[in-house]
């Protein structure tokens, strides 16, 4: 496009804004609340740029506020997957050959849209539509989309860069081309900045993206099409398709223009979606690429040379911010016996400190988890640890539905290794302790490599280094994202890249190089200057 070689700005990560009680930020913040919580709108699909409005309606409520209906919106059937699927095939005609500079542009675009005049609209439709905090509302639907924006441009451009060796007389280059097809892009309800950047990494990369956001996140995932929309994202590069998942994931994976998955959700949702890739594989022009994190049971191992305080911290942040409700939350932890005393009297003090309630009250630590069939399922657990003999729940464990579903931090003490709540994945704010003897360190450390099928987050604490040293190893394969004396959670776009292996996912790292390789198909050139013109070697005489 031009006569020159571009270069992305070095990216560096967005600073978080505090919210302290007289920041002119807060006072924002909340204006945009009480504007977005005051409206109710109509949310249509947005396809080929298009609205589409099907009639068929379904709401989006406040989480701890469950009466109150933000907005309607429209889902996606049969008959607008086909719409969506030709929209997109018919923007790739021109999005896949656009220069990458001008699609990078976009991004940028989006990153400074969303640190200025968007930032409190997004944060604002987080908080109402998923029930986070100020502070966790910022560090997602704020900093960590802004990071994602900024960085990915910067590492598409590190991509492109990469070329092969020539030898005398030949040029050999490589071309990053676009998938041949769609991309299907299922977000979640937790991170806007996981919906925000599910779809727009593979358009990054030339590919046109069907989209269906987590059903109970439709509101904030609006608002950031909208976003799309504004920094000029080219009407059909990505298509907002929200809807049940029986309705719209079985059309959409069937399709044999499919190219890709892009997902983050369940462990059981991706084990389907894989299976329909194989069971139509013959059917598709290319083969489809699969990425897909989904999910953890993160784990806090504590050395007795543990600072007590440090793990307090660690075990409260880790396991009650957003209600638990992060893939990387800690959900189990192993306390050697000769800490127990002392970090059970700290951590109990310290969570009789926490409040609970609305996101409008900025003291709110703890706020309601996201719907009805959370509530149910997570204090299906809390209620099976109360009349368990092998259980004791030493905080918390209480609950209430009538106004929002406020779930208790709650803290079990586990008599076995392998009780349920250890085992699986809870996805609320529910933490299970095991203590351990001091004396077994290196084989409770093995017992926690083997309890979990998942390998996402987990953290070593401990100052004795060698002992940190035999965690490492140890926990190798336990997770794609190892902390040490730090919590599980909170991974910052260009420094932790995150992804998890085992039933975590495929691990190919958001926020990262590897992440946009998986949304092209290289084309390696060979330019000979001089072609021979005889057949003949000089071997044959």
């Known amino acids: 496009m031009f006569n020159a070689k571009l270069t992305v700005p070095p990216p560096v990560n967005e600073p978080i804004l505090p919210y302290k009680p007289a920041d002119p930020e807060t006072a924002a913040l909340k204006a ?29 409520r406040v989480p701890h506020e469950k009466d109150h209906v933000l907005a309607t919106y429209h889902k996606a059937g049969e008959e607008e ?18 220069p990458w500079e001008a699609r990078a542009s976009i991004m940028l675009k989006m990153a400074e849209l969303l640190a200025g005049p968007w930032r409190y609209i997004s944060n604002a439709a987080t908080m109402l539509g998923q029930s986070k905090n100020a502070y966790q509302a910022e560090i997602d639907s704020a900093c960590e ?13 590190k991509i492109y860069e990469d070329q092969p060796l020539s030898s005398k ?3 050999n280059y ?4 676009a998938l041949e097809g769609f991309v299907f892009a299922v977000t979640p309800f937790n991170f806007s900045s996981i919906a925000g950047n599910l779809p727009t990494s593979p358009a990054l990369m030339g590919n046109v993206v069907l989209w269906k956001p987590a059903s109970s996140a439709v509101f904030s995932a609006y608002y950031l099409m909208k976003l799309f929309q504004e920094a000029g994202l080219p009407d059909g590069v990505i298509n907002f398709i929200p809807g049940p998942g029986s309705k719209v994931g079985p059309n959409v994976l069937v399709n044999p223009h499919l190219a890709g998955v892009h997902f983050t959700g369940s462990t059981a949702v991706f084990h389907d979606m894989w299976k329909t890739v194989g069971e139509n594989i ?25 600072d007590i305080d440090e793990l307090v911290t660690a075990a409260i942040r880790g ?26 009297e700290k951590l109990l003090a310290q969570l009789a400190t926490i409040k609970m309630g609305t996101v409008e009250d900025f003291g709110n630590f703890v706020n309601a988890v996201i719907d009805e069939w959370a509530f149910r399922d997570i204090t299906g657990y809390i209620d099976y640890c109360k009349n368990s003999p092998d259980a004791e729940i030493i905080a918390g464990g209480g609950y209430d539905d009538s106004e929002g579903y406020f779930i208790q931090p709650t803290v079990v003490v586990a008599k076995t290794p392998d009780f349920k709540t250890m085992v699986e994945e809870i996805f609320g704010p529910v933490l299970t302790i095991f203590v351990y003897p001091a004396n077994k360190f290196e084989e409770t450390l093995q017992i926690c490599d083997n309890t979990s099928t998942y390998a996402l987050t987990g953290a070593i604490f401990g100052r004795d280094r060698n002992a940190v040293n035999k ?39 958001a926020g990262s190089k590897s992440n946009l390789m998986r949304w092209v198909s290289t084309r390696t050139v060979k330019e000979t200057f001089v072609p021979p013109k005889d057949y003949r070697y000089p071997f044959l005489g």
Not at 35 to 45: A, D, F, V
Not at 145 to 157: K, V
Not at 282 to 306: L, M, Q
Request: proline share 4%; hydrophobic share 40%; glycine share 10%.
């Open 471 to 509: 965690a490492i190893v140890a926990l190798r394969n336990s997770a794609g994202n190892f902390y040490i004396n730090d919590k599980p959670t909170g991974a910052v776009v260009g420094q932790q890249p995150f992804g998890g292996a085992r039933a975590s996912g495929t691990n190919d790292k």
């Open 282 to 306: 013959a059917n598709y022009g290319t083969y489809p690429r699969i990425v897909g994190e989904t999910g953890g049971k993160d784990f806090i191992f504590a050395h007795e040379s543990t």
């Open 174 to 177: 490589c071309e990053y081309r």
């Open 81 to 98: 997957v086909k719409m969506a699927v030709e929209a997109a095939l018919e923007a790739r005609k021109e999005w896949s050959e656009m």
């Open 145 to 157: 989309l802004i990071d994602f924006y900024r960085f990915n441009p910067y590492f598409a451009m």
């Open 319 to 344: 396991a009650f911010e957003y209600q638990g409700q992060k893939c990387s939350a800690a959900s189990r932890m192993y306390i050697p016996d000769s800490l127990w005393p002392a970090f059970r």
């Open 169 to 171: 007389g030949v040029w």
């Open 32 to 60: 945009a609340i009480k504007k977005l919580k005051s409206e109710k709108i109509e949310i249509p699909l947005i396809i080929g740029g298009k609205e589409v409005r099907t009639g068929k309606l379904a709401e989006c």
